[in-house]
């Protein structure tokens, strides 16, 4: 696995950008981790240092829509559904310590601005006041030479200020070498054999800038001996003889005659029609299709069997109880303060009323940071029992992001069993591979949670599918995305029955997935509706 590679840069307020500030950009091996260390929405020019705190956000490589160089600037745009608020930057200035750098360039780029706004206009007055006389004679002449100054003096500045806004030939350096990492890890590695030698080892000289004069010379010293050569040839060549004479010009339907009997059958055959391009955030699966709560309360009984429900039991003769573990995760990137929880047991009497309802109040005063969990022991009488979270709202990707992965990770470490269950969930909702990982230390699946590590399964592979919607004539129209490094081909598309022992439908489909990619397809699947799950067969390697 690749290793770790960071960079700090200055994301300027340019045109298609989003946000502006100093940022850190690291390329760990399972994604982008973007530090915004001082940054705000776009604003024209440089903000001064400390408009943000400092703010971690980590995308998948899948998340990168766009790489692009722009003059010295490099251009970097993220998936607005996986990354928010910001999501296109235009970075430039690249250094080690971008919270310092921000200060500096801010600093440097404001000298040079009232410079150049300043500057030009004294120097050119003073130079023409102090110019002797045998220089220049009068005010035209005065006049002339101030403005020469001035503009001499404007030209200079400006290349001052391009210098201070862009960092010179270190951040060029270091800029060059992050997008060839960046091209690396996304499996489009640039070729590092030159198609030629250099006639002599050195740094390769810039270009040299094209004078406006040049191509009016060029076309006219082309036109001079091309005159010159058609009269050399009128004039000495010798005259074509008798029998050399030019052939007919065949016509038109003869050239397209010998053109179609050259052609093989093969050719003839129209090319098959490229399909439209889509993305997929996550696949479409039962375990979010009603949403992601902000605040997930998961129950585990005694002993843990997996499955996240527990039953009263009979405790002293005949009394039926509860006793069992309730654990709250917080799904959110942010944390979350003072959370409650009211847990109310009670019992039916013969006429089915509810009596003997009895409360248990749990409470965190505490924070509780995204992807953490905490757990409590209950026990109480009844055979039934209500649960009201004081937090009940769902997890809206647009406007508040999920918790990082990495937390999400360290939560597959837990003691309980449902909990590290729920992590590994929460790692397929965000499209991390790790979510195998923690699937495999879970170990083979007991009775009652098969069908929820099935699915996890199904949501973490690298061919997913994506945005189901009912086509004509019973087709299914479906996105499906490939997260790997290869191009996947798809043999089948095929619906997971909902009910054991259902027969699934099945619709052969041969599309083959780009890298980091997707393509959106319409399968023959027959029958109304959209499955509630379905899973894409690959051609065997």
């Not at 003073?126 to 030479?145: E, H």
């Not at 800029?175 to 050195?202: I, K, N, Q, S």
């Not at 953490?372 to 649960?387: D, F, N, Q, Y």
Request: aromatic content about 6%.
């Amino acid at each position: 696995m690749a290793g770790a590679f960071s960079v700090g840069a200055l994301a300027l307020a340019a045109e298609g950008a989003n946000a502006v500030g100093a940022v850190r950009l690291s390329l760990l091996p399972d994604g982008l981790e973007i530090e915004l260390v001082r940054a705000a929405g776009f604003r024209a020019g440089f903000v001064p240092g400390g408009v943000a705190e400092s703010v971690e956000m980590r995308v998948p490589f899948t998340a990168i829509r766009g790489l692009v160089r722009r003059g010295r600037a490099l251009c970097l745009a993220l998936d607005p559904s996986v990354a928010a608020p910001y999501t296109r930057f235009t970075l430039a200035r690249f250094t080690y310590n971008p919270a310092e750098a921000l200060g500096r360039a801010y600093e440097a780029r404001r000298r040079a601005a009232l410079s150049v706004a300043l500057l030009p206009g004294p120097l050119g007055l003073v130079t023409a006041l102090a110019a002797p006389g045998s220089l220049v004679s009068g005010p035209l002449g005065r006049l002339s030479l101030g403005l020469v100054i001035a503009l001499v003096a404007w030209l200079l500045l400006r290349e001052a200020l391009r210098l201070a806004t862009w960092g010179g030939p270190d951040s060029d350096r270091q800029r060059d070498a992050f997008e060839v990492e960046l091209c690396r890890r996304l499996g489009f590695a640039p070729v590092t054999t030159a198609p030629f030698a250099p006639p002599e080892a050195g740094p390769i000289a810039a270009p040299a800038e094209a004078s406006p004069l040049r191509a009016p010379l060029l076309v006219g010293l082309v036109a001079v001996f091309a005159v010159a050569g058609v009269a050399f040839l009128q004039r000495y060549a010798p005259p074509p003889e008798a029998e050399e004479v030019e052939a007919p010009v065949p016509p038109l339907h003869a050239g397209l005659a010998s053109l179609v009997s050259d052609l093989t059958p093969s050719d003839l055959v129209p090319a098959a029609p490229r399909l439209p391009r889509c993305v997929c955030a996550r696949a479409h699966s039962p375990l979010w299709k009603d949403g992601i709560p902000l605040l997930e309360v998961l129950l585990a009984s005694r002993p843990e069997d997996g499955s996240g429900r527990v039953f009263p039991t009979l405790r002293g003769g005949d009394r039926a109880g509860y006793d069992f573990d309730l654990s709250v995760v917080n799904n959110g990137a942010e944390s979350l303060r003072e959370i409650k929880v009211v847990v109310t047991f009670a019992r039916r009497n013969a006429e089915g009323r509810r009596v003997g309802a009895k409360d248990r109040g749990l409470y965190w005063g505490s924070s509780l940071l995204g992807g953490r969990a905490v757990k409590w022991h209950l026990s109480g009488p009844g055979t039934e029992m209500r649960i009201e979270p004081s937090i009940t709202s769902m997890l809206d990707p647009e406007l508040q992001e999920p918790a990082s992965p990495d937390a999400f990770f360290e939560l597959g470490k837990a003691r309980q069993r449902i909990v590290r269950i729920h992590a590994a969930k929460m790692l397929a909702y965000l499209r991390d591979t790790r979510a195998n990982e923690v699937l495999t230390a879970l170990g083979a699946p007991s009775p009652g949670e098969e069908i929820v590590l099935a699915r996890i399964e199904r949501a973490s592979r690298p061919v997913i599918a994506c945005d189901l919607a009912p086509g004509p004539e019973g087709a299914l129209s479906a996105c499906l995305f490939n997260g790997s490094v290869t191009p996947q081909r798809t043999v089948a598309l095929r619906e997971v029955p909902a009910e054991e022992g259902a027969s699934p439908r099945r619709a052969p489909l041969a599309v083959e997935v780009p890298v980091h990619d997707g393509v959106r397809v319409s399968a023959p699947l027959g029958g109304t509706g959209v499955p509630a799950e379905v899973e894409v067969e690959l051609a065997s390697p």
